[in-house]
Protein backbone atom coordinates (compact mmCIF):
# COMPACT_ATOMS: atom_id res chain seq x y z
CA UNK A 1 0.00 0.00 0.00
CA UNK A 2 2.88 2.49 0.53
CA UNK A 3 4.42 1.99 -2.66
CA UNK A 4 0.63 2.61 -3.79
CA UNK A 5 0.22 5.66 -1.45
CA UNK A 6 3.49 6.87 -3.60
CA UNK A 7 2.39 6.14 -6.83
CA UNK A 8 -0.71 8.04 -6.46
CA UNK A 9 1.50 11.25 -4.64
CA UNK A 10 2.90 11.32 -8.18
CA UNK A 11 -0.08 12.97 -9.58
CA UNK A 12 -0.51 15.53 -6.91
CA UNK A 13 -2.57 19.04 -8.08
CA UNK A 14 -2.94 17.44 -11.64
CA UNK A 15 -6.35 15.32 -11.27
CA UNK A 16 -8.72 17.96 -10.11
CA UNK A 17 -12.00 17.42 -9.68
CA UNK A 18 -11.07 13.48 -9.00
CA UNK A 19 -8.93 12.11 -6.83
CA UNK A 20 -5.21 11.20 -6.41
CA UNK A 21 -5.27 7.12 -7.12
CA UNK A 22 -2.29 4.61 -6.96
CA UNK A 23 -2.52 0.81 -7.62
CA UNK A 24 0.19 -2.07 -7.45
CA UNK A 25 -1.16 -5.38 -8.76
CA UNK A 26 0.20 -8.24 -7.33
CA UNK A 27 0.83 -11.88 -9.22
CA UNK A 28 -0.84 -15.52 -7.54
CA UNK A 29 2.72 -15.59 -6.24
CA UNK A 30 2.76 -11.79 -4.11
CA UNK A 31 5.34 -10.48 -7.04
CA UNK A 32 4.57 -6.81 -8.38
CA UNK A 33 3.73 -7.39 -12.22
CA UNK A 34 1.59 -3.95 -12.74
CA UNK A 35 2.00 -0.11 -11.27
CA UNK A 36 -0.47 2.48 -12.49
CA UNK A 37 -2.11 6.15 -10.92
CA UNK A 38 -4.25 8.10 -12.22
CA UNK A 39 -2.73 10.85 -13.80
CA UNK A 40 -5.47 13.27 -14.68
CA UNK A 41 -9.31 13.65 -14.88
CA UNK A 42 -10.19 12.04 -17.96
CA UNK A 43 -7.37 9.90 -18.44
CA UNK A 44 -7.43 6.20 -17.49
CA UNK A 45 -8.03 5.05 -13.67
CA UNK A 46 -4.80 3.76 -11.75
CA UNK A 47 -6.50 0.15 -11.53
CA UNK A 48 -6.42 0.00 -15.43
CA UNK A 49 -3.50 1.37 -15.56
CA UNK A 50 -1.63 -1.14 -13.53
CA UNK A 51 -4.07 -4.20 -15.19
CA UNK A 52 -2.55 -3.50 -18.20
CA UNK A 53 0.82 -3.60 -17.51
CA UNK A 54 0.36 -6.85 -15.78
CA UNK A 55 -1.81 -9.01 -18.36
CA UNK A 56 -2.80 -12.32 -17.60
CA UNK A 57 -0.50 -11.95 -14.64
CA UNK A 58 -3.36 -10.88 -12.72
CA UNK A 59 -5.06 -13.66 -12.94
CA UNK A 60 -5.88 -14.90 -9.43
CA UNK A 61 -3.39 -11.85 -8.33
CA UNK A 62 -3.95 -8.83 -5.58
CA UNK A 63 -4.95 -5.19 -6.57
CA UNK A 64 -3.75 -2.75 -3.64
CA UNK A 65 -5.28 0.16 -4.58
CA UNK A 66 -5.73 3.84 -2.40
CA UNK A 67 -9.26 4.33 -2.67
CA UNK A 68 -11.86 2.11 -3.37
CA UNK A 69 -12.69 0.76 -7.00
CA UNK A 70 -14.58 2.78 -8.59
CA UNK A 71 -18.24 1.60 -9.64
CA UNK A 72 -19.68 3.21 -12.32
CA UNK A 73 -19.86 4.10 -15.98
CA UNK A 74 -17.80 6.92 -17.03
CA UNK A 75 -15.73 7.57 -19.53
CA UNK A 76 -13.28 4.37 -18.94
CA UNK A 77 -16.08 2.16 -17.60
CA UNK A 78 -16.25 1.09 -13.56
CA UNK A 79 -12.96 -0.32 -12.64
CA UNK A 80 -14.71 -2.75 -10.45
CA UNK A 81 -15.60 -4.24 -13.77
CA UNK A 82 -12.21 -3.99 -15.07
CA UNK A 83 -10.76 -5.78 -11.45
CA UNK A 84 -13.15 -8.63 -12.07
CA UNK A 85 -12.42 -8.74 -15.65
CA UNK A 86 -8.82 -9.58 -15.35
CA UNK A 87 -9.45 -12.03 -12.79
CA UNK A 88 -8.36 -10.52 -9.90
CA UNK A 89 -8.81 -12.60 -6.84
CA UNK A 90 -8.07 -10.21 -3.93
CA UNK A 91 -8.38 -6.33 -3.87
CA UNK A 92 -7.02 -4.39 -0.82
CA UNK A 93 -7.91 -0.51 -0.49
CA UNK A 94 -7.20 1.85 2.20
CA UNK A 95 -10.06 4.83 1.90
CA UNK A 96 -13.38 3.94 0.90
CA UNK A 97 -14.78 5.94 -1.44
CA UNK A 98 -17.73 8.54 -0.35
CA UNK A 99 -18.62 10.26 -3.13
CA UNK A 100 -22.77 9.69 -4.51
CA UNK A 101 -22.30 8.09 -7.89
CA UNK A 102 -18.64 6.16 -7.57
CA UNK A 103 -19.17 4.03 -4.26
CA UNK A 104 -20.10 0.93 -4.05
CA UNK A 105 -17.36 -1.12 -6.29
CA UNK A 106 -16.01 -3.27 -2.98
CA UNK A 107 -19.47 -4.22 -2.90
CA UNK A 108 -19.93 -5.08 -6.49
CA UNK A 109 -16.29 -7.42 -6.17
CA UNK A 110 -17.46 -9.06 -2.88
CA UNK A 111 -20.74 -10.29 -4.49
CA UNK A 112 -18.67 -11.61 -7.16
CA UNK A 113 -16.69 -13.94 -4.73
CA UNK A 114 -13.81 -10.93 -4.40
CA UNK A 115 -11.96 -10.97 -1.17
CA UNK A 116 -12.02 -8.00 0.20
CA UNK A 117 -9.74 -6.12 2.59
CA UNK A 118 -10.45 -2.43 3.28
CA UNK A 119 -8.65 0.26 5.80
CA UNK A 120 -5.32 -0.80 4.68
CA UNK A 121 -3.10 2.54 5.94
CA UNK A 122 -5.82 4.65 5.52
CA UNK A 123 -4.11 7.63 7.82
CA UNK A 124 -1.83 7.83 5.41
CA UNK A 125 -3.79 7.49 2.33
CA UNK A 126 -6.51 9.79 3.69
CA UNK A 127 -3.88 12.24 4.10
CA UNK A 128 -2.84 11.85 0.60
CA UNK A 129 -6.55 12.76 -0.85
CA UNK A 130 -7.54 14.98 1.57
CA UNK A 131 -8.36 17.59 -0.79
CA UNK A 132 -10.68 15.24 -2.81
CA UNK A 133 -11.88 13.72 0.44
CA UNK A 134 -12.94 17.07 1.70
CA UNK A 135 -14.47 18.31 -1.25
CA UNK A 136 -16.33 14.95 -1.81
CA UNK A 137 -18.00 14.89 2.11
CA UNK A 138 -18.24 18.48 2.69
CA UNK A 139 -19.16 19.86 -0.56
CA UNK A 140 -16.60 22.80 -0.61
CA UNK A 141 -12.91 23.22 -1.37
CA UNK A 142 -10.52 22.04 0.51
CA UNK A 143 -8.24 25.30 2.10
CA UNK A 144 -5.13 25.47 3.15
CA UNK A 145 -3.72 28.79 4.72
CA UNK A 146 -0.32 29.50 3.64
CA UNK A 147 1.65 32.55 5.35
CA UNK A 148 5.39 33.47 5.73
CA UNK A 149 6.30 34.85 9.26
CA UNK A 150 9.08 35.84 11.60
CA UNK A 151 10.14 33.38 14.30
CA UNK A 152 8.04 35.72 16.50
CA UNK A 153 4.96 35.16 14.36
CA UNK A 154 5.44 38.52 12.48
CA UNK A 155 4.28 38.92 8.77
CA UNK A 156 5.52 43.12 8.77
CA UNK A 157 7.55 45.08 10.74
CA UNK A 158 6.87 47.92 12.68
CA UNK A 159 7.13 50.67 9.80
CA UNK A 160 4.74 47.95 7.06
CA UNK A 161 7.63 46.93 4.96
CA UNK A 162 7.30 43.06 4.82
CA UNK A 163 9.16 41.80 1.13
CA UNK A 164 10.59 39.60 2.21
CA UNK A 165 10.47 37.61 5.27
CA UNK A 166 11.35 34.90 3.97
CA UNK A 167 14.03 33.52 1.56
CA UNK A 168 13.76 32.78 -2.11
CA UNK A 169 13.95 29.29 -2.12
CA UNK A 170 10.67 29.42 0.55
CA UNK A 171 8.89 31.72 -2.39
CA UNK A 172 9.76 29.41 -4.81
CA UNK A 173 8.22 26.97 -3.16
CA UNK A 174 5.11 28.70 -3.03
CA UNK A 175 4.56 28.32 -6.25
CA UNK A 176 4.68 24.78 -5.92
CA UNK A 177 1.74 24.99 -3.69
CA UNK A 178 -0.35 27.11 -6.20
CA UNK A 179 0.80 25.28 -9.20
CA UNK A 180 -0.85 22.03 -7.04
CA UNK A 181 -3.94 23.75 -6.23
CA UNK A 182 -7.25 24.70 -8.10
CA UNK A 183 -7.66 28.51 -6.63
CA UNK A 184 -5.68 31.11 -4.91
CA UNK A 185 -7.73 33.10 -2.76
CA UNK A 186 -6.42 36.74 -1.37
CA UNK A 187 -8.40 39.55 0.98
CA UNK A 188 -8.78 43.04 -0.67
CA UNK A 189 -6.31 44.24 2.02
CA UNK A 190 -3.55 42.51 -0.34
CA UNK A 191 -4.64 43.55 -3.26
CA UNK A 192 -4.12 47.23 -1.93
CA UNK A 193 -1.11 46.96 -0.12
CA UNK A 194 0.87 44.68 -2.27
CA UNK A 195 -0.63 44.57 -5.72
CA UNK A 196 0.42 40.74 -5.76
CA UNK A 197 0.22 38.54 -9.06
CA UNK A 198 -0.81 35.56 -7.48
CA UNK A 199 0.39 33.37 -10.30
CA UNK A 200 2.51 30.40 -11.20
CA UNK A 201 6.09 31.23 -12.15
CA UNK A 202 8.79 29.59 -12.24
CA UNK A 203 7.63 26.08 -11.72
CA UNK A 204 6.40 24.28 -14.01
CA UNK A 205 4.74 20.89 -12.76
CA UNK A 206 5.19 17.84 -15.40
CA UNK A 207 1.65 18.29 -16.77
CA UNK A 208 0.06 15.42 -18.73
CA UNK A 209 -2.00 17.66 -20.79
CA UNK A 210 0.62 19.34 -21.42
CA UNK A 211 -1.07 22.59 -20.61
CA UNK A 212 0.16 25.05 -17.65
CA UNK A 213 -2.13 25.24 -14.39
CA UNK A 214 -3.21 28.35 -14.12
CA UNK A 215 -5.30 28.85 -10.91
CA UNK A 216 -8.18 30.70 -10.69
CA UNK A 217 -7.52 33.90 -8.59
CA UNK A 218 -10.14 34.93 -6.17
CA UNK A 219 -10.09 38.32 -4.45
CA UNK A 220 -12.73 38.61 -1.37
CA UNK A 221 -13.35 42.44 -1.74
CA UNK A 222 -17.21 42.75 -0.29
CA UNK A 223 -17.01 46.61 -1.13
CA UNK A 224 -14.92 46.46 -4.76
CA UNK A 225 -11.90 48.45 -4.00
CA UNK A 226 -10.00 46.21 -6.16
CA UNK A 227 -8.24 49.35 -8.47
CA UNK A 228 -8.23 48.47 -11.77
CA UNK A 229 -4.93 48.67 -13.15
CA UNK A 230 -4.04 45.53 -10.13
CA UNK A 231 -1.82 42.82 -11.52
CA UNK A 232 -4.32 40.17 -10.94
CA UNK A 233 -6.52 42.00 -13.27
CA UNK A 234 -3.91 40.88 -15.78
CA UNK A 235 -4.06 38.42 -18.54
CA UNK A 236 -1.94 35.92 -16.98
CA UNK A 237 -4.60 33.82 -15.20
CA UNK A 238 -8.64 34.09 -15.12
CA UNK A 239 -9.54 36.04 -11.92
CA UNK A 240 -12.85 36.35 -9.76
CA UNK A 241 -13.77 38.93 -7.81
CA UNK A 242 -16.47 38.58 -4.64
CA UNK A 243 -18.08 41.41 -3.80
CA UNK A 244 -21.48 41.92 -1.15
CA UNK A 245 -24.72 42.24 -3.00
CA UNK A 246 -25.36 45.42 -1.79
CA UNK A 247 -21.82 47.35 -3.03
CA UNK A 248 -23.27 49.63 -5.40
CA UNK A 249 -22.57 48.77 -9.10
CA UNK A 250 -18.98 48.68 -9.79
CA UNK A 251 -16.85 49.32 -12.59
CA UNK A 252 -15.09 46.27 -11.91
CA UNK A 253 -18.01 44.70 -12.98
CA UNK A 254 -17.91 45.67 -16.77
CA UNK A 255 -14.53 44.47 -17.26
CA UNK A 256 -14.04 41.06 -14.92
CA UNK A 257 -15.50 38.29 -13.58
CA UNK A 258 -17.48 39.46 -10.44
CA UNK A 259 -19.47 37.30 -8.58
CA UNK A 260 -22.25 38.69 -5.57
CA UNK A 261 -22.74 37.49 -2.60
CA UNK A 262 -24.23 38.18 0.83
CA UNK A 263 -22.31 40.25 3.93
CA UNK A 264 -19.98 38.30 5.95
CA UNK A 265 -20.14 38.22 9.55
CA UNK A 266 -18.01 40.58 10.25
CA UNK A 267 -16.97 42.32 6.73
CA UNK A 268 -16.61 41.41 3.78
CA UNK A 269 -18.19 38.30 1.65
CA UNK A 270 -19.91 35.31 3.01
CA UNK A 271 -16.77 32.96 2.99
CA UNK A 272 -19.53 29.80 3.17
CA UNK A 273 -21.10 31.36 0.29
CA UNK A 274 -17.84 32.24 -1.54
CA UNK A 275 -17.16 28.68 -1.34
CA UNK A 276 -20.17 27.25 -2.55
CA UNK A 277 -19.66 29.36 -5.70
CA UNK A 278 -16.41 27.65 -5.95
CA UNK A 279 -17.50 24.62 -5.46
CA UNK A 280 -19.92 25.19 -8.60
CA UNK A 281 -16.64 25.77 -10.54
CA UNK A 282 -15.50 22.21 -9.35
CA UNK A 283 -12.92 23.77 -7.59
CA UNK A 284 -11.62 21.47 -5.49
CA UNK A 285 -8.76 23.09 -3.33
CA UNK A 286 -7.90 26.41 -2.57
CA UNK A 287 -4.53 28.24 -1.43
CA UNK A 288 -5.32 31.01 0.67
CA UNK A 289 -2.56 33.26 0.82
CA UNK A 290 -4.01 36.19 3.48
CA UNK A 291 -3.55 38.43 4.57
CA UNK A 292 -4.40 38.31 8.40
CA UNK A 293 -7.84 39.50 8.24
CA UNK A 294 -8.80 37.37 5.84
CA UNK A 295 -7.31 34.57 7.45
CA UNK A 296 -8.55 34.85 10.80
CA UNK A 297 -12.49 35.10 9.13
CA UNK A 298 -11.51 31.78 7.51
CA UNK A 299 -10.16 30.01 10.28
CA UNK A 300 -13.35 31.51 12.96
CA UNK A 301 -15.79 29.94 10.40
CA UNK A 302 -14.19 26.20 10.82
CA UNK A 303 -13.02 26.93 7.08
CA UNK A 304 -9.39 26.08 7.40
CA UNK A 305 -8.37 22.41 6.40
CA UNK A 306 -4.41 22.93 6.38
CA UNK A 307 -1.83 25.45 7.35
CA UNK A 308 1.59 26.00 5.33
CA UNK A 309 3.92 27.89 7.43
CA UNK A 310 7.02 29.61 6.56
CA UNK A 311 9.09 30.53 8.78
CA UNK A 312 12.27 32.64 8.59
CA UNK A 313 15.00 32.75 11.83
CA UNK A 314 14.37 36.37 11.99
CA UNK A 315 13.08 38.46 14.90
CA UNK A 316 10.61 41.62 14.60
CA UNK A 317 9.08 42.04 18.19
CA UNK A 318 6.77 44.43 16.31
CA UNK A 319 4.93 44.63 13.71
CA UNK A 320 1.57 43.15 11.99
CA UNK A 321 0.87 39.62 13.50
CA UNK A 322 0.49 36.83 10.63
CA UNK A 323 -2.96 36.06 12.18
CA UNK A 324 -5.67 38.49 12.78
CA UNK A 325 -8.56 38.10 14.97
CA UNK A 326 -9.48 34.28 14.34
CA UNK A 327 -12.41 34.60 17.42
CA UNK A 328 -10.35 33.45 20.27
CA UNK A 329 -10.57 35.01 23.47
CA UNK A 330 -9.01 32.54 25.57
CA UNK A 331 -6.40 29.64 25.63
CA UNK A 332 -9.20 27.00 25.48
CA UNK A 333 -10.64 28.21 22.34
CA UNK A 334 -7.43 27.98 20.39
CA UNK A 335 -7.06 26.12 17.11
CA UNK A 336 -4.88 22.44 17.87
CA UNK A 337 -3.37 21.70 14.95
CA UNK A 338 -1.24 17.89 14.44
CA UNK A 339 1.90 18.50 12.54
CA UNK A 340 2.43 16.66 9.35
CA UNK A 341 5.72 17.50 8.10
CA UNK A 342 8.40 19.94 9.10
CA UNK A 343 11.39 20.73 6.39
CA UNK A 344 13.93 23.31 6.07
CA UNK A 345 13.54 25.13 2.81
CA UNK A 346 17.32 26.84 2.60
CA UNK A 347 17.43 28.84 5.50
CA UNK A 348 13.70 28.75 6.56
CA UNK A 349 11.56 26.45 8.35
CA UNK A 350 8.52 25.28 6.26
CA UNK A 351 5.96 23.95 8.57
CA UNK A 352 2.77 21.49 7.27
CA UNK A 353 -0.37 21.14 9.90
CA UNK A 354 -3.70 20.12 9.60
CA UNK A 355 -6.42 21.98 11.39
CA UNK A 356 -7.61 19.36 13.80
CA UNK A 357 -11.57 19.36 13.92
CA UNK A 358 -13.74 21.47 16.53
CA UNK A 359 -15.30 18.52 17.58
CA UNK A 360 -11.64 16.49 18.38
CA UNK A 361 -10.38 19.94 19.92
CA UNK A 362 -8.10 19.72 23.52
CA UNK A 363 -7.83 16.14 22.47
CA UNK A 364 -4.16 14.82 22.59
CA UNK A 365 -2.48 14.34 18.83
CA UNK A 366 -1.73 10.61 17.96
CA UNK A 367 1.76 9.81 17.41
CA UNK A 368 2.66 11.07 14.05
CA UNK A 369 5.92 10.59 11.80
CA UNK A 370 7.65 13.75 11.08
CA UNK A 371 9.13 13.58 7.79
CA UNK A 372 12.30 15.96 6.42
CA UNK A 373 13.06 16.03 2.80
CA UNK A 374 11.91 16.74 -0.18
CA UNK A 375 11.10 13.64 -1.53
CA UNK A 376 8.84 13.31 1.19
CA UNK A 377 7.80 16.50 0.65
CA UNK A 378 5.55 15.05 -2.25
CA UNK A 379 3.92 12.98 0.03
CA UNK A 380 3.73 15.61 2.49
CA UNK A 381 1.71 17.59 0.31
CA UNK A 382 -0.06 14.75 -0.97
CA UNK A 383 -1.55 15.86 2.38
CA UNK A 384 -4.49 17.25 1.22
CA UNK A 385 -6.75 16.46 -1.73
CA UNK A 386 -10.03 17.13 -4.43
CA UNK A 387 -13.46 15.88 -4.93
CA UNK A 388 -16.58 16.40 -6.74
CA UNK A 389 -19.30 16.60 -3.81
CA UNK A 390 -21.84 14.13 -5.90
CA UNK A 391 -19.42 13.36 -8.83
CA UNK A 392 -16.35 11.37 -10.00
CA UNK A 393 -15.31 12.02 -13.40
CA UNK A 394 -14.00 9.62 -15.34
N1 LIG B 1 3.12 37.35 5.39
C1 LIG B 1 2.18 36.85 4.65
O1 LIG B 1 2.14 35.64 4.42
C2 LIG B 1 1.13 37.77 4.10
C3 LIG B 1 0.20 37.26 3.17
C4 LIG B 1 -0.77 38.12 2.68
C5 LIG B 1 -0.79 39.45 3.11
N2 LIG B 1 0.14 39.90 4.00
C6 LIG B 1 0.14 41.29 4.45
O2 LIG B 1 -1.11 41.57 5.02
C7 LIG B 1 -1.37 42.97 4.87
C8 LIG B 1 -2.84 43.15 4.51
O3 LIG B 1 -3.59 42.65 5.57
P1 LIG B 1 -5.15 42.72 5.62
O4 LIG B 1 -5.55 41.91 6.80
O5 LIG B 1 -5.59 44.13 5.51
O6 LIG B 1 -5.53 42.03 4.24
P2 LIG B 1 -6.54 40.91 3.79
O7 LIG B 1 -6.84 39.95 4.86
O8 LIG B 1 -6.00 40.41 2.51
O9 LIG B 1 -7.82 41.73 3.42
C9 LIG B 1 -8.74 42.14 4.41
C10 LIG B 1 -9.99 42.61 3.72
O10 LIG B 1 -10.62 41.48 3.08
C11 LIG B 1 -11.96 41.85 2.88
N3 LIG B 1 -12.84 40.72 3.18
C12 LIG B 1 -13.68 40.12 2.30
N4 LIG B 1 -14.39 39.18 2.89
C13 LIG B 1 -14.01 39.15 4.19
C14 LIG B 1 -14.44 38.40 5.31
N5 LIG B 1 -15.40 37.46 5.22
N6 LIG B 1 -13.85 38.64 6.50
C15 LIG B 1 -12.88 39.57 6.61
N7 LIG B 1 -12.45 40.33 5.58
C16 LIG B 1 -13.02 40.13 4.38
C17 LIG B 1 -12.26 43.01 3.82
O11 LIG B 1 -12.41 44.18 3.04
P3 LIG B 1 -13.87 44.60 2.50
O12 LIG B 1 -14.70 44.86 3.70
O13 LIG B 1 -13.60 45.76 1.66
O14 LIG B 1 -14.36 43.41 1.77
C18 LIG B 1 -11.02 43.13 4.66
O15 LIG B 1 -10.72 44.46 5.02
C19 LIG B 1 -0.42 43.47 3.83
O16 LIG B 1 0.52 44.31 4.45
C20 LIG B 1 0.25 42.24 3.29
O17 LIG B 1 1.60 42.49 3.00
C21 LIG B 1 1.09 39.08 4.49
Known amino acids: MRGAIALAARALGETSPNPVVGCVVLDAAGRTVGEGFHAFAGGPHAEVVALEQAGDLARGGTAVVTLEPCDHHGRTGPCSQALLDAGVR ?15 GARRLAD ?6 SGVLSAEAERGNAEWLTYARRGRPHVTWKFAATLDGR ?11 TGTAARDDVHRLRARCDAIIAGSG ?5 DPRLTVRGFIP ?38 SEDTAAAVLEVTTAVVRLPRGRRAGVDLTALLAELTEREIVSVLLEGGPTLAGAFLAEGLVDRVVAYLAPTLLGGGAAALGDAGVATLAQAYDLDIEDVTTIGPDLRIIAAVRDRANRGKAAGERPLRAGREDADLAAFIGARPAPSRREN
Open 155 to 165: SAAADGTSQWI
Open 206 to 243: HDHLNTHRRPLRVIADGRARTPLGSRVLDDEAPTLIAI
Open 190 to 194: TVLAD
Open 112 to 117: AGVEIE
Open 90 to 104: RVVYAVADPSDNASG
